[in-house]
């Protein structure tokens, strides 16, 4: 990878720095869930309608992770724009184009998960250190604090989706051009995987709540009988 | 017959000022203090008008006292906000502060999530999958999304720095909130019922002309949910899914 491709890539940089910084830091308003934040990377080399179909399929997993608290899930924001940008950048027909796209960002949304641990261990660390400051009552430790955090947070992304991109634009290239495999399957497989993993996520959530499984059961219908129609 | 008592207005640019740094509240979550620092960040606009102004004893104490650990669910902690806000302002003892402190994240951290974690962001994921499986476009599915999920988003933080700051130390009154209280049962339902609309039709939608393997996905579908769901607890279904995911890659590579 030269220069000149580097340079390309800066753009989605920034976007994964930024849709990483949304997952918790700031300001949480959504724009890092696939739907979103793929959609974008799409727009961003022209293909926003390739962007959105990849946008789609991530969004299937990301019904399965809510930030609770302390649990830990996979980072979406800069997950998916490599995501997103990866099966734009495929020309359309291209053999396992969107299976290698979505690998590469459930593996993105991994490692961007795990930073967010580290982040935040870093976060308790920092803390420490300004302890007595804070303690003291110090407004402007406090502030300096959230700020370094936020900053961290934001290069956390950045760095992620450069280091993403990096490995995965030159292996889905190399990829692609040995698989034989038809888009049609391709998006099958995706499919597949990706409804089963959403499917059970909202079962998981609706569960608990009285009726709501019926409700989950008449939509499951309607949207088959729908599906169908749109087919024919 | 009793009187309530006029609540004060605290002015507008402190308001937006807190309002715009709740949008951080998380800037530095961490294990140990959680969102305490964040609280403190936000509150900070407001702890300026205490006697002394910034820097005097009162708001160095103010600020020590809200640094510390503090856990609660990020929209709705704009309740203990407001409510915090009030009772520094309002000169209520320290020690009654510290009990609204430790008694505030528990509800404030269930109802949240709830409400928004396990209810509204799946309802509007919902909403913007079936706006595409129906041929949406990108802008108008992003647009859909992002407007559904911030209406409730921007909603909560200004009403509970608006309702904590009305109830100060009787904020639980402001959590009696009907929307808090049924909203998360009518959200669930909801969003059983356009999930289950959604995902055939946004599967369909990502499929495209491809009837022929419908069979194939609609079963593969079922096992993978029933496993998913059998080994919930165990693993997540995004791990299960990468490892699918490779094996088909290689196969497809070597095969």
Not at chain 2, 26 to 41: C, H, P, R
């Amino acid at each position: 990878m030269n220069t000149t491709d580097l340079v390309q890539l800066l753009p989605l940089v920034v976007l994964g720095a930024i849709f990483g910084l949304d997952v918790v830091s700031f300001p949480q308003a959504m724009i890092s869930r696939p739907i979103v934040a793929a959609t974008v990377a799409g727009a961003l080399i022209g293909e926003p309608d390739r962007g959105l179909v990849m946008g789609v399929a991530l969004e299937f997993f990301a019904l399965e992770s809510m930030p609770f608290g302390a649990s830990r899930y996979p980072e979406w924001g800069s997950a998916s724009v490599v995501g997103g940008f990866l099966f734009a950048h495929a020309a359309d027909g291209t053999p396992a184009a969107m299976s290698l796209a979505v690998l590469a960002a459930l593996v993105t949304a991994g490692i961007g998960g795990s930073s967010m641990v580290v982040l935040r261990r870093w976060n308790a660390f920092w803390a420490r250190q300004q302890q007595q400051r804070i303690a003291r009552g110090s407004g402007s430790a406090v502030v300096a604090l959230q700020l370094m955090g936020m900053s961290s947070d934001l290069i956390r992304g950045g760095l992620i989706t450069l280091a993403a991109l990096l490995v995965f634009v030159p292996i889905h290239t190399a990829a692609i051009a040995t698989t034989t495999v038809s888009p049609t399957m391709s998006r099958a497989v995706v499919v597949s995987v990706a409804s089963a993993v959403g499917l059970a996520a909202v079962w998981k959530v609706v569960r608990t709540t009285t009726g709501a499984r019926w409700y989950l059961l008449a939509g499951l219908v309607i949207g088959f009988g729908l599906a169908g129609r749109l087919l024919a | 017959m009793s009187t309530l008592a006029p609540v004060p207005q605290l002015p507008l640019r402190i308001r937006i000022a807190m309002l715009i740094r709740m949008l951080a509240i998380q800037g530095v979550w961490n294990y140990e203090t959680m969102l305490g620092n964040g609280i403190a960040f936000a509150l900070e606009p407001a702890l300026k008008r205490l006697p002394g102004g910034k820097g005097g004893e009162a708001y160095r104490k103010a600020m020590a006292r809200h640094s510390g650990y503090f856990n609660a669910h990020p929209y709705l902690a704009a309740v203990a906000v407001g409510a915090l806000a009030r009772a520094e302002l309002d000169g209520v003892p320290e020690a009654q502060i510290e009990r609204l402190r430790v008694a505030a994240p528990g509800p404030l951290g269930s109802v949240g999530d709830r409400l928004v974690w396990a209810g509204w962001v799946p309802l509007c994921s919902s909403i913007a999958l079936l706006a595409f499986g129906l041929g949406a476009s990108p802008l108008g599915v992003v647009f859909i999304f992002l407007g559904s999920y911030n209406v409730l988003h921007l909603g909560l933080r200004i009403w509970g720095l608006h309702a904590g700051w009305a109830h100060g130390l009787r904020m639980a009154q402001a959590l009696g909130n009907p929307l808090l209280r049924q909203g998360p049962a009518h959200v669930a339902r909801a969003t059983a019922l356009l999930a289950g609309i959604a995902l055939p039709v946004a599967a369909q939608g990502i499929i495209g002309p491809g009837r022929a393997v419908l069979g194939g996905v609609l079963a593969a579908v079922t096992a993978g949910a029933v496993l998913v769901t059998v080994l919930h607890g165990r693993t997540e279904g995004w791990r299960l899914a990468t490892l699918v995911l490779a094996a088909f890659i290689l196969y497809a590579m070597v095969g």
